[in-house]
């Protein structure tokens, strides 16, 4: 099994910056994938960016391409999104999560608000 806990989410004006946090627990070892994705009311969940955990490759939704900045440290099984340049649009709830094969694991979710 493993635990995601996300952290750093918060209000921020227009152009603003906010760094999100994913901690992960348990077995760790076993992730292949951890991604972001973001859901704001009303509309699906999507995937803002993604990060392999052993080669570091990325892979970013074209919404944040050159904003965003997916990372992650493994000795603390933490993965990180820098965002940058925030604008209303980027309002939602994101989540963590961690993929193995066909197993998925989620976080609960932080809220990022961004006012016009």
């Known amino acids: 099994q493993v635990q995601l806990v996300e952290s750093g989410g918060g209000l921020v004006e227009t152009g603003g910056s906010l760094r999100l946090s994913c901690v992960a627990s348990?077995?760790?070892?076993?992730?292949?994938?951890l991604a972001w994705y973001r859901q704001a009311p009303g509309t699906q969940r999507e995937m803002v960016a993604s990060?392999?955990?052993?080669?570091?490759?990325?892979i970013y939704a074209d919404s944040v391409k050159g904003r965003f900045t997916i990372s992650r440290d493994n000795a603390k099984s933490t993965v990180y999104l820098q965002m940058n340049n925030l604008k209303p649009e980027d309002t939602a709830i994101y989540y963590c999560?961690?993929?193995?094969?066909?197993?998925?694991?989620w976080g609960q979710g932080t809220q990022v608000t961004v006012s016009s």
């Open positions: 348990g077995s760790v070892f076993r992730l292949n994938v």
């Open positions: 990060i392999t955990r052993v080669t570091g490759r990325t």
């Open positions: 999560k961690g993929t193995f094969e066909n197993d998925e694991y």
